[in-house]
């Protein structure tokens, strides 16, 4: 049997830069970065291991809330693209304090609005559940023009947990959830391993990073 040729748009290398729970521990801004967005528990940091083909790369939980700095990792891809990955704090957590969330808001505006090598922010949401009120500020405040000179950061919106919908059933979830916003849209999750080859190739693409080469080296 013929083995599957490698995607040398691979994460092969990932690591831990640093984390931030205010503004001024934000590590210099360098190279090209991907971040991704949503409420507490849609699978931010289980989709970012999953790319990184990590299982504790950055850390999951059954309990909301629990990510509560900024994370910075950095990954090499097989044909050599170096991409900062960054895992933001989630939003709509209940249980947390009024000024608890209001720090919250502040970092993660913070970051999205000042970052200069931000370029792309994966918005995640729950493919059974849709944009919510707090995405909608999310998606709006990335619409927002940033306070830095920078490109206009790209936003694609993500359903996640895409197993939990019956197979023959995921299309259908998906082209509804792309019908409620003109963004971009996709499904992933993190048993799904195509979906989420799928949807790193979108975000190198729209990241601007080496996408072409790539895929020249493949033919
Ligand atoms: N079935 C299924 N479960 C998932 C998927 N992605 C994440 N989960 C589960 O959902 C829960 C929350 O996942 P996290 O990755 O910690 O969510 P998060 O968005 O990082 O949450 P915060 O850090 O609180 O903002 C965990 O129990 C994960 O195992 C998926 O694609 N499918
Ligand atoms: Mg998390």
């Known amino acids: 049997m013929q083995k599957p040729a490698l995607d040398p748009l691979r994460i092969v290398e990932a690591e831990f830069v640093a984390g931030a729970t205010a503004l ?106 849709g944009i919510e009120t707090d995405d909608q500020q999310l998606l709006e405040m990335l619409a927002a023009p940033a306070a830095v000179s920078r490109l206009p950061v790209r936003p694609l919106l993500v359903g996640t947990k895409l197993d939990k919908i019956p197979a023959n059933q995921r299309k259908l979830a998906v082209e509804a959830l792309r019908k409620t916003s003109p963004i971009e849209t996709h499904g992933v999750s993190v048993e799904l391993a195509d979906t989420q080859s799928k949807l790193w190739r979108r975000l190198r693409a729209l990241a601007n990073v080496g996408i072409e080469a790539a895929a020249e080296a493949q033919q």
């Open 24 to 129: 001024d521990q934000i590590p210099p801004p360098t190279g090209v970065e991907i971040a991704f967005a949503g409420r507490s528990n849609v699978g931010k940091s289980s989709l970012m291991n999953a790319l990184c083909s990590r299982r504790n790369l950055v850390k999951t939980s059954s309990t909301p809330g629990c990510t509560r700095q900024i994370s910075f990792f950095r990954t090499r891809s097989a044909d050599d693209a170096i991409i900062t990955l960054v895992d933001l704090p989630g939003y709509g957590y209940a249980k947390r304090s009024k000024a608890e969330r209001k720090a919250w808001a502040e970092l993660i505006e913070g970051y999205l609005l000042q970052r200069p090598t931000l370029a792309v922010v994966a918005a995640l949401v729950d493919a059974r559940r």
